[in-house]
């Protein structure tokens, strides 16, 4: 059960880090990632079906549907 609590708290690391980067200096953008964009790039990174999953359903939920 660990082992997947810790690869659910990695995806949604990953998934953070496009919306909630480093805004403290003033040269700083927000990020304009759409969710299916990220999405993408967690199956790449993570090689996973179930990583999208988790990832669109996280995102989803934390994001409300854009």
Known sequence: MSKTKNY????EEFC?????GD???E???PNDFTIDE???D???YFKSNEATKYA???????LGEM
Not at 16 to 20: A, I, L, N, P
Not at 57 to 62: A, I, K, P, S, V
């Open 8 to 11: 659910m708290m990695d995806v």
């Open 16 to 20: 953070d880090g496009y919306f909630y």
């Open 23 to 25: 805004m403290s200096d």
């Open 27 to 29: 040269t700083s953008v």
């Open 38 to 40: 990220v999405v993408e």
């Open 42 to 44: 967690v199956g790449m």
């Open 56 to 62: 669109k359903q996280y995102l989803t939920e934390q």
